[in-house]
């Protein structure tokens, strides 16, 4: 019992250690291309900054809000 509480960490430790030079050892040969040449996907979460043109929706002439009385006149341009 003690023996097997004695060899169990170094062992655990080196199958740790066998297993992170087999990781370094595939990831080395399984791609081709280098990391920095292969295309990434940009996923962006909130939308890009806005373009130059305006959008259609903005019309160059002012914005007139309708009369309380709907006559489509300002109350104060009488």
Same mark, same amino acid.
């Given at each position: 019992?003690?023996?097997?509480? =004695? ?5 655990? =430790? ?11 050892? =595939? ?52």
């Amino acid at each position: 019992m003690v023996a097997v509480a =004695l060899l169990l960490p170094p062992a655990l =430790l080196c199958l740790v250690l066998v297993l992170d030079q087999y990781e370094e050892l =595939l990831l080395k040969k399984g791609s081709g291309t280098p990391r920095h040449a292969v295309p990434a996907r940009h996923l962006r979460a909130v939308p890009g900054p806005p373009s130059r043109e305006p959008p259609p929706s903005a019309s160059p002439e002012p914005h007139v809000r309708p009369s309380p009385d709907g006559t489509g006149r300002d109350a104060d341009a009488a």
